[in-house]
């Protein structure tokens, strides 16, 4: 075994929520988490920031320990990521994606991308940080560009590159909004069905827009603030995941001019990257993908 394992994964954004139909989709970004995996003479776990209080890291090995009868013995297991938990930023489907890789490496064993993300999902949900495992997130996390998925068949639907030329900015609220405080039973379903119309169109921006609307009214505390971002001149402003964090996609032109109202008229922190590339993996394994 070797002396120490590192991966590193993306973040993502949402395009569609999966929660009230399964059907997902995420757009990968340049914003990375971190997973180091040591020897230990017993398990400790670092977490930055604090993540859930090591529920998912416990969930991941008790699924890795059940599903390939590995004995792990004693590990030291290093969390770091620039995005806090509980806000719709994707931390979980990084970090549990990046460590079932990571314990993959650690150990020798050869898993697909598909077993990887499969048991990172389970855990996921095991430690109720997922509602429905995030598919499209953990895909879009791993090989960037745009994914789209049914996570209830646990299927891609389909890769193709995110768009070029854009400033993504996230913008991240104080307090977290745990997936046990998630409630869609009343969302508009004919919104819904428009997001998905339209990303299937390819008008990922026009889908961000329905998708936001069907969830920000029931789910963002408060809906008011997307208005008022887009007024700034943001190309679109999205509800990443179930909330309460946001996206606005910017043209560079206006990114500085847009992020230094933002810190005037909110109180989020901000976050800025862009949209990442399908990795060259990504378009080599999925058949479907459009480059």
């Given amino acids: ?20 139909t399964g059907i997902g989709a995420a757009i990968g970004i340049n914003t990375f988490s971190k997973v180091t995996i040591e020897p230990s003479e017993q398990d400790i776990f670092e977490i930055n920031p604090p993540m859930s209080d090591g529920r998912l890291i416990e969930a991941c090995l008790h699924e890795f320990k059940s599903q390939y009868g590995v004995e792990l013995g004693g590990l030291k297991i290093t969390t770091t990521s620039p995005f806090p938990p509980s806000r719709g930023l994707k931390t979980s489907s990084a970090i549990s994606t990046a460590l079932v890789k990571g314990l993959a490496t650690y150990f020798q064993m050869d898993l697909s991308i598909s077993q990887i993300i499969e048991l990172a999902a389970n855990a996921s949900i095991n430690a109720m940080v997922s509602i429905t495992g995030a598919y499209d997130d953990a895909y879009a996390c791993y090989f960037g560009g745009v994914v789209y998925t049914d ?31 998630v409630n869609v039973d009343n969302i508009d379903r004919s919104l819904l069905a428009e997001a998905r119309n339209a990303f299937e169109e390819r008008k990922l921006f026009e889908a961000i827009y329905y998708n936001t609307m069907a969830y920000a009214p029931l789910l963002h505390p408060n809906f008011a603030h997307i208005e008022k971002i887009e007024e700034l001149g943001a190309e679109i402003v999205g509800l990443n995941g179930a909330g309460p964090s946001l996206f606005a996609v910017c043209k560079p032109s ?9 810190e005037v008229v909110t109180h989020y922190e901000i976050i800025e990257t862009k949209f990442r590339k399908l990795t060259q993996e990504g378009l080599e394994v999925f058949y479907n993908v459009d480059d």
Avoid at 154 to 172: C, H, R, S, Y
């Fill in 1 to 20: 075994m070797p002396d120490s394992v590192v991966v590193e994964i993306g973040g993502a954004v949402t395009v569609l929520n999966a929660i009230a």
């Fill in 151 to 181: 996570n209830k068949k646990k299927e891609v639907l389909g890769m193709f590159n995110a768009p070029t030329g854009f400033d993504v900015l996230l913008l991240v609220p104080k307090d977290d909004l745990p997936k046990t405080r």
């Fill in 254 to 262: 206006r990114t500085k001019q847009i992020r230094k109202s933002l």
